[in-house]
């Protein structure tokens, strides 16, 4: 049975049941014990107390406890029965008028009594409850009658009541302060409302709002924070002064277990494999609100909710792993106003739920870090909060470990969560692939072909969703249209600029933009440019004649289709990639070909570096630059910024000035050279061929690996690259030819290798149509020899590196705009998706 402790009994009745202990403890302490309870009368009153303790499920120690109180006197049975019949355990029922008497002649006379019911429903009529039970235990016994001053009349009344917004929370769970309002009418103004969690009274704040056409409005506030996570009863009861009470609210709640995190802190956080949400808690003070989340391992939507549990807003993550939710700091004197709650905190609840994707992994676990700063930083491989009050060059960060640290801005990287897109496409059109390149959040800038005017999509949104806005508008011909994200609209001919900007939550602003030509251009870009390439290169190529209009593209027909040259690209050894640094990327099964763990690269691995697609970019495109020497683009500043910081970066040898005129002197890019020699000797130079200390070799350099054949052997590659530098192709006749000769061989200076190693280069490639980075590495050339046999490197992705470095000399010296031009391959049957490396 439980064990209910009636908190609302009437004044003396309280007192009484204080003294019980005292009058207990007396009685024993005087050697009487427990006094019997003699003569018919009292035998009577014991069993109306028993009744009226069955009545409400009085447990048996409060049960004892009123006996004793009866049978010392110290209460009247009478005042036993006001209290049981008054208590909010029994006005939660709300029982009416005809169960009242039946209750009330059950205890007094162990049965309802059709006469006696009858009875008091007639003195109902005219007569309150209290007053009701008193006259009805007084009739049994006089002895019986409730010891205070019980008025007669019928008291206040409750004749009516309407609830406008009960308990129900948001989705399946309560969060946060609930507040319980309506209106009641009522014939006098003894009107009292409480609140009952699982059967037990809690404080509940009560205000009266209004009072129209006879009726009170009330406003029950009730914070569900100090409540244990679960499932709980909640009761609201009116009670009357005539002794009545009506239950005007009720229901089942959840109220979820919650983390509470830090302002500027980050926290790990995680949905359980069986749990479909977490939640958290969090005070910001005296702040906005802002929670980011990282590193997301599956995608989830993410809701943040105010102090009175109410949804600000859900943001799904992005693709990149990212979500973010924003509130406004909230105004806690209000709300302790209109509630009558004291020292209401800023506070916000945040959950993030399962999205319930077919494809999502139901049984694992979904983990993530929350960052509470508006501001994220990726940082020595961690996630970390940013402070308010930067300096002018430091950040002030902060790891889930609570560490703090003072770092360089230079050496911090800012995560895209404010004014920042978490998607951007246009769909519904004649190209299937949407936008290129495909969103991503480091870009800006993307390009779009569609065939003629069609009607089209444009689709978008931001990592703050809810919390940011967005102003989307088409430029044609100097008309601007306004557009609606999701909804159709017309894509006119010609040339188009979509503007999508993105306004955060504290206003800060982004812009993005995307070049759509429908059809033919104004100039002559599709008639003497496009027009020689597969259309699935029109969305990129348009992109950069946009962005770069000095930039000139032409075609080159290998005659293949993408499936027989990957196909013999994937043999053997003839694409390595390093399985340390790169493991995802490593054929199974695939032995080292070369020292130290160089091995074979899966198939989707070198369709990706061998689809020129992939590359139309300000910093890839570089990989089909014709690599010719242009004095008007080709400057030593640009040297001196591919070597910086690496091993040739020294006061010892003049590396930049030997490179630069190594360059001239065999019409080959000094650019390209730079970036070949770091690519082949390693950033750091560790290749003992550019130090001249091959054992047995000392003294001969060979700054491009020439002669350098792979090989399982300890050093066998580095040796075959030593004795090209003395011998030449040769070294068992221990000869140089004349041809050679003209290559500057033996190579035993530095800058005899710089020098002739170029030389070999322009005429090994360069001359040979082999004239950019993408040819060197895949010997696709339609020039009457073997096709893939003549082939710089077997690093896969040699080009994609060396292309970054090329860019950079050229932009440090203000020369990325310079009327380049880029050779680049076309196959047929290319694949329809493109783009996608394997991930780990």
């Avoid at 019980?20 to 302490?29: E, P, V």
């Avoid at 019409?667 to 070949?676: C, D, I, K, M, N």
């Avoid at 020039?783 to 970054?804: K, P």
């Avoid at 090329?806 to 009327?819: L, Q, R, T």
Wanted: contains cysteine.
């Amino acid at each position: 049975m439980l064990k209910r402790r009636p908190e609302y009994f009437a004044v003396f009745a309280l007192s009484a049941v204080a003294a019980i202990g005292t009058a207990c403890f007396t009685a024993i302490a005087l050697g009487t014990g427990t006094p019997a309870l003699t003569g018919a009368g009292s035998q009577n009153a014991a069993g109306i107390v028993s009744r009226a303790s069955d009545l409400i499920s009085v447990d048996q120690e409060d049960r004892t406890a009123a006996q004793m109180c009866v049978s010392y006197g110290t209460v009247s049975a009478g005042d036993y029965v006001l209290s049981v019949m008054t208590s909010p355990d029994y006005l939660i029922r709300s029982t009416d008028d005809e169960q009242f008497a039946k209750d009330l002649c059950s205890i007094v006379y162990g049965a309802p009594v059709d006469a006696e019911v009858a009875g008091i429903r007639q003195e109902l009529a005219s007569s309150n409850r209290m007053s009701v039970i008193n006259n009805t235990v007084s009739k049994a016994d006089s002895k019986y009658a409730v010891s205070g001053d019980i008025k007669d009349g019928p008291g206040s009344v409750i004749t009516g009541f309407n609830i406008d917004k009960g308990l129900e929370g948001d989705d399946e769970y309560t969060v946060g302060i609930k507040e319980i309002s309506g209106s009641f009418s009522a014939t006098g103004d003894e009107i009292r409302t409480d609140l009952f969690v699982d059967g037990a009274l809690h404080r509940g704040y009560l205000k009266y709002d209004k009072t129209q056409a006879g009726s009170k409005g009330f406003v029950l506030a009730w914070d569900t924070a100090g409540f244990e996570p679960g499932y709980h009863d909640v009761s609201i009861l009116l009670r009357s002064s005539d002794g009545r009470g009506v239950s005007v609210a009720g229901g089942k709640i959840r109220i979820p277990e919650k983390t509470r995190i830090e302002a500027l802190s980050v926290t790990d956080g995680i949905i359980g494999k069986d749990d479909k949400t977490a939640w958290y808690l969090l005070d910001c003070g005296s702040s906005d609100c802002y929670v980011n989340f990282a590193g997301i391992s599956e995608k989830i939507s993410v809701s943040l909710y105010d102090l009175s549990g109410k949804l600000i807003g859900t943001n799904p993550s992005t693709s990149a792993g990212y979500a973010a939710l924003r509130g406004k700091k909230q105004d806690t004197e209000k709300v302790a106003g209109e509630t009558g709650i004291p020292g209401v905190s800023n506070c916000f609840y945040i959950c993030a739920r399962r999205t319930g994707n077919g494809d999502q992994k139901d049984n694992e676990d979904i983990s993530f870090q929350l960052v509470q700063s508006r501001d994220v930083v990726y940082f020595d491989g961690k996630y970390m909060s940013v402070s308010p009050g930067k300096t002018e060059d430091k950040y002030k960060l902060t790891d889930s470990l609570g560490n703090e640290y003072q770092t360089p801005k230079k050496d911090c990287k800012i995560l895209p969560f404010n004014a920042a897109f978490a998607d951007l496409d246009i769909k519904g059109g004649d190209t299937a692939k949407g936008v290129y390149p495909s969103f991503e959040v480091t870009e800006d800038k993307y390009g779009y072909y569609a065939s003629g005017p069609q009607s089209v999509t444009f689709e978008c949104e931001s990592v703050e969703g809810y919390a940011s806005k967005l102003k989307i508008t088409a430029e044609n011909g100097g008309s601007k249209t306004e557009i609606v994200p999701g909804k159709p609209f017309s894509l006119p001919e010609g040339e188009t600029v979509i503007n999508a900007e993105v306004t955060s939550f504290d206003g800060e602003k982004s812009s993005y933009s995307v070049y759509v030509l429908a059809g033919d251009d104004s100039g002559s870009f599709v008639e003497e440019t496009l027009s020689g390439f597969p259309a699935s290169y029109y969305s990129g190529l348009w992109l950069m004649h946009c962005k770069h209009p000095a930039y000139r593209f032409r075609a080159y027909d290998t005659k293949l289709t993408f499936a027989e040259a990957l196909k013999a690209e994937t043999v053997g050894n003839k694409s390595l990639v390093q399985d340390r640094a790169f493991p995802e990327y490593v054929k199974g099964g695939s032995p080292v070909y070369d020292l130290p763990d160089w091995r074979a690269a899966k198939t989707e691995v070198v369709s990706y570096y061998m689809d020129p697609r992939n590359f139309f970019t300000d910093k890839r495109i570089f990989m089909f630059e014709k690599l010719g020497f242009d004095e008007s683009i080709h400057k030593k500043e640009g040297v001196k910024e591919i070597i910086s910081g690496s091993f040739m970066d020294t006061d010892d040898f003049d590396y930049v000035n030997v490179i630069y005129e190594a360059g001239r002197t065999a019409g080959v890019s000094p650019y390209f050279l730079a970036g070949r020699i770091i690519q082949e000797m390693g950033f750091s130079g560790r290749s003992a061929l550019c130090k001249g200390t091959v054992v047995g070799y000392e003294g001969y350099y060979n700054f491009y690996n020439i002669g350098s054949v792979s090989t399982t052997k300890e050093g066998g590659a580095t040796v075959g690259g030593a004795k090209y530098a003395k011998w030449g192709r040769n070294p068992e006749k221990e000869d140089i030819s004349d041809a050679e000769a003209k290559l500057l061989l033996p190579w035993d200076t530095k800058e005899k290798a710089i020098t002739g190693g170029a030389l070999w280069i322009a005429s090994g490639y360069i001359e040979k149509g082999q004239d950019t980075l993408y040819f060197q590495k895949f010997d696709v050339l339609d020039d009457g020899t073997v096709r893939y046999n003549h082939q710089y490197a077997q690093n896969i992705m040699m080009a994609y590196t060396e292309s970054l470095r090329y860019y950079n000399s050229y932009d440090s010296i203000n020369k990325a705009e310079s009327a380049f031009i880029f050779v680049i391959p076309v196959y047929q049957n290319m694949p329809a998706e493109y783009g996608y490396l394997p991930q780990g």
